[in-house]
């Protein structure tokens, strides 16, 4: 598993225990199991283009984002999963001018495994990614009209297992 570099000080958001999201000022320190695509992206101007998750069936084990920058240059995001020839990869790959928008999600009832992720594209394309338990809890991210994910960052085991950096701006 690949951990990340020190964490910068973009505005990231998180899930909290209660299910709601928060915004961090500060991403929490490196620890093993965690990843971060910002020392990849820097400041480059980027939307997610497409998305790699793998699973086993009960939780999601990896995720990988591929990122577009504002000339349509594609920067692939690290493959943060264990082995990821061990695990089903599922590809939510968009249209040329399409970029993620919107995520939620389903989280054990323990909160130690993220079963489920759906993702939606800005042309309303929807990808599901592995199966919610009965007592699942649902979360969702609450994005603003003006804001889309745009680096992701998080841990693949424990809490707060996906996170992404939300950037105010829009291409013109």
């Keep these: 598993m690949q951990s990340a570099s020190e964490r910068d000080s973009t505005d990231g958001i998180s899930l909290s225990s209660n299910n709601r999201v928060n915004k961090d000022k500060k991403p929490k ?3 093993v199991g965690e990843f971060n695509d910002t020392d990849l992206i820097g400041e480059k101007k980027v ?3 497409g998305v790699r998750v793998w ?3 009960k939780k999601l084990n990896g995720i990988q984002a591929i990122y577009k920058q504002t000339d349509g240059t594609i920067i692939k995001g690290k493959k943060h999963v264990e082995d990821p020839y061990k695990y089903k990869a599922v590809k939510f790959d968009m249209e ?3 970029y993620l928008k919107d995520v939620a999600g389903f989280i054990s009832n323990e909160e130690d495994a993220v079963q ?3 993702f939606r594209s ?6 599901r990614v592995g199966n919610a338990g009965e007592e699942a809890k649902q979360f969702k991210f609450d994005i603003s009209e003006n804001e889309f994910p745009a680096i992701i960052y ?5 809490k707060n297992f996906f996170t992404f950096v939300f950037k105010g701006f829009r291409w013109t």
């Design 29 to 31: 320190p490196t620890v």
């Design 47 to 49: 939307k997610i283009c």
């Design 116 to 118: 489920c992720l759906v």
């Design 96 to 98: 040329e001018d399409d």
């Design 154 to 158: 998080g841990t693949v085991k424990g």
């Design 55 to 57: 699973h086993d069936g």
């Design 122 to 127: 800005a042309k309303d394309q929807v990808r």
